[in-house]
C-alpha cells in the first residue's frame, strides 16, 4: 500500500481525457487537486495504472474508465470528494463498436479513502461493468454521509452489471449512517473472505434493491 514515495511523483492537476488509446501506463504518477476530473480513459485497451495517487479535493472523479477493458490497477490511493473511481460505460461517449461497458479489470492491493463532507454517489461505481475483479482492497472512512462506499448500479443501456469478485477485500472505520455496499440491478456479485466492520443504527452491510 502506498505510504510515501522514495522517489520524486510526478504531480499532475488533472491528466484530461485520453480517448481509443491502447496499452498505456501511468507509473507512480499523483493526480491532486482536481475540480471535476482527475483522468478520463474511455475506450483503452490494456491499460495498467501502477503505484499512483488520485486525489480531489472537490467534485468530480477521481479516476473515470469509461469502455475499458484488460485493464490493471495496483498498490494506488484513490482519494475525493465526490467519487474516487468510476468502472463503466456511460452511453454519452460509445465507441464505434462498442458494447458500452467496461471488461475485464482487475484492481488489487488498492486503497479508497474519505472522508468527504458533501453529498456523493459513493468511492467506488460500477455501472455497466463486468468481469471486474478486486483483490485485497480496502475501503475506509471516518465520517457519516448518506454515500455508500461501493455502489454497483446499471444506468440503463444494454449491458448488465455483473461477474463482480471481492477477494479478500476489507470496509474499516465504518462511521454510523453509512451503507457499505449498495446493488441495483447487479448480476453475480461474489465475496470469498471479506471483512467488514457491522453498521449501527440499522445500516446495512450490503443493500440489495435488485
Known sequence: MIEEFPQP???LVG?????ASSADLLLRVKV?????TGAVFNYSQYLQILDCIFSSTSGGY????NECGHTVLEDTLFTSNQTSLFIGGDQYATNAGGNSASSNISVKTCW???PYS?????YLVLSNAYNIDFTDCTFEHEISHSASLVRIQHNGAVNVTGNIYFNECQWI???YNTTLIDISYGRRIYFKNCTAIPQNGGYYIVNSTD
Open 173 to 175: 472505520g465504518i462511521a
Open 15 to 19: 491528466v484530461g481525457t485520453l480517448s
Open 118 to 122: 458533501g453529498s456523493a454517489q459513493g
Open 9 to 11: 511523483v510526478p504531480l
Open 112 to 114: 479508497f479513502y474519505g
Open 32 to 36: 491532486a487537486q482536481c475540480t471535476n
Open 62 to 65: 477521481g479516476l473515470y474508465l
